[in-house]
């Protein structure tokens, strides 16, 4: 089931994640479906808040980035394969350079701005079987993976930017709560 995406002004995407243990209702379900709306959206990576849950769940595929041909053969090959569901994450570590990044977001459709990050990471996370994993990335995926979990502590990606642009963006950003924005999925727009 294709679930809406909660917009940019909904109290939802401001809240701290709470964990989740695996007796939480209908998880599988949940996951499925939060599939199958990102892949509708043709997002790379979805939040639970994004559907209205305040929960420590994410979920990443980064493979629509693998036909960029501007990539490395070697980094294609890793983001065609990195699809995986992120329960109750933690960031161990951030390093390397920081990097800029043109980051979109589907709760903030149609706003492309460059955020800078680190370019590795260590995350230590549940995957859907609740069985722990550490892992490191690095490079696109990484930065996929830093900005969902962003989510789950309550930062968007506008948050990140210089206080011209987010002064330039305001009015934009008024009118995606309202719902005055041109979208071809299904969304929640909170004042509207
Ligand atoms: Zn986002």
Redesign the pocket.
Known sequence: MVLPIMAYGSPVLRKMGVAINKDYPELSELISNMKESMKNAR?V???AP?IGKAIRLFIVDTSPFSEDEELSEEEREILKNFNKIFINPKILNEEGKDWAFN??????PNINEDVVRKETLTIEYFDENFEKQVETINGLAARVVQ??Y??IEGI??TDKLSSLKKRLLKKKLGNISKGIVDVDYKMKFPKK
């Open positions: 997002g990576g979805l939040a994004q980051e979109g977001c589907l709760s903030i900005h969902e962003d989510h968007l990606f």
